[in-house]
């Protein structure tokens, strides 16, 4: 039976949740956070797919490597915050094969990790018509069948086998030849293409390359502006982009084993972090995951101008890598767009709404409910039994529900206005004190 803690009335498995109680629950429930995705050069795995990945995954047949290794690093920091990665294999190259007599054997995808698998093919002890046949990953048995000649060989996870005629025994055939293939430029469009079409909260960019950056932040900035669909893009050293979907991280982590990751890298976590953090939270002071310094420390007046310039920075702090403040790359303030559009928990709740808005109205009313006053009235108390929600979990402070939204008759018979006062919470980020000595 699943347990713990809740925020919203939105857990999937059946268990004992305990906060406070609450009968049931309105249409218009905060919607799940914490879909990351990122397109990485890799060493097994099928090319240039989507796949789906959530924490606890087992990614050896799919990716090549159990996640502690360190080939897939960035895929284990991908997943210490978010709850799924929607990864993409960028690159394509040569698979690697073995001759064992007729039998020929191909690994099942391009890169250097087929050239860690051999064949052993034995003949079986009871029945000496037949022959063993084994797949080894870097000396360990990751399939094994019974077979009489090549026909009746299956291909598995690993290889897939061709050829025709009878089995020869062999010791050990190692596979040869498996190259990773290399990344262009295109290979990143064709990933933002694909991943288009998909839901997802935040995308990172690994790679300083200044040509992609500008095409991924093109890419969010797109998604957002023309087509009202709230994601965010991490990229490593791209103030310019002066964007609240774009966040810039300015240096990277060391963990406690050592392993360095630089900006470029650093991106993932940031990205998983801001896809799963609810919009009640701020990222301001949390500790990166397992680290225990900074790749780069910077002075106070350089911390002080990289905040300014829309940087996200990492600090050390008593053996750990903190985030010095959740902000934003926006900074081109306007007396309607204030600094608060350049503060990601802000930013998360104003996301929210739109997000969970649009859901809202596209599963329970369009083309459902009547364009009347009554239907619109029904609409309004969605909203207002979500916005509640909201304030009740501290994400919005200060909602009247008779003052604040407005859901009326829009220009055409068939579409509806709303209007909406929300005042985001944000965190304390600074305490200002004054000490008398008396």
Request: proline letters at 2%; aromatic letters at 8%.
């Amino acid at each position: 039976m699943a347990g713990g803690t809740w925020t919203t009335q939105n857990k999937v498995r059946p268990g004992v949740y305990i906060n406070f109680v609450g009968e049931g629950k309105a249409a218009g429930a905060v919607g799940e956070r914490g879909v990351v995705t990122l397109a990485l050069p890799l060493s097994w795995g099928e090319s240039r797919k989507i796949k789906a990945i959530t924490a606890g995954d087992n990614v050896r047949e799919l990716l090549g490597y159990d996640i502690s290794a360190p080939e897939l690093v960035l895929v284990k920091e991908a997943l210490k915050r978010a709850k799924t990665l929607l990864l993409y294999r960028l690159n394509d190259g040569v698979k690697a094969s073995a001759a064992a007599g007729a039998l020929t054997v191909t690994a099942r995808y391009s890169g250097v990790r087929g050239n860690d698998l051999s064949m052993v093919i034995q003949p079986n002890v009871d029945d000496n018509a037949k022959f063993d046949v084994r797949t080894l990953l870097a000396g360990q048995a990751v399939d094994s069948q019974t077979a009489a000649d090549i026909a009746g060989l299956q291909p598995n996870g690993w290889v897939t086998f061709s050829g025709t005629g009878a089995l020869t025994a062999t010791a050990g055939t190692p596979l040869t030849g498996g190259t990773d293939g290399a990344v262009a430029n295109q290979d990143h469009s064709d990933y933002l293409g694909a991943v288009e079409v998909q839901e997802f909260h935040t995308l990172a960019l690994v790679s300083g390359d200044a040509s992609l950056k500008s095409v991924y932040a093109a890419f969010i900035k797109r998604l957002r502006d023309s087509e009202g669909r709230k994601v965010k893009g991490v990229l490593e050293n791209y103030p310019s982009a002066d964007h609240e979907g774009i966040i810039s991280v300015k240096n990277g982590v060391v963990l406690n084993d050592g392993t360095v990751l630089n900006a470029q890298k650093a991106t993932v976590w940031v990205a998983a972090a801001t896809a799963g953090a609810p919009m009640n939270q701020s990222l301001t002071y949390q500790a990166y995951d397992d680290a225990a310094d900074v790749d780069t420390r910077y002075t106070n007046s350089q911390l002080e101008a990289a905040l300014k310039n829309g940087e996200f920075v990492f600090v050390a702090s008593s053996g750990r890598a903190i985030v010095e403040q959740d902000i934003n790359t926006f900074k081109s303030f306007t007396p309607t767009k204030g600094r608060a559009f350049s503060k990601n928990r802000v930013m998360r709740v104003l996301d929210g709404i739109a997000d969970d808005f649009k859901r809202i109205f596209e599963s329970y009313y369009i083309g459902k409910v009547d364009n009347h006053a009554d239907g619109r009235n029904l609409f309004r108390k969605e909203c207002i039994a979500y916005l509640d929600t909201l304030q009740s979990i501290g994400a919005i402070q200060q909602f009247d529900a008779k003052t604040d939204i407005v859901v009326e008759q829009g220009t055409e018979a068939d579409s509806v206005y709303v209007e909406l006062n929300v005042q985001p919470v944000d965190s304390i980020e600074k305490i200002y004190m004054k000490v008398t000595v008396k």
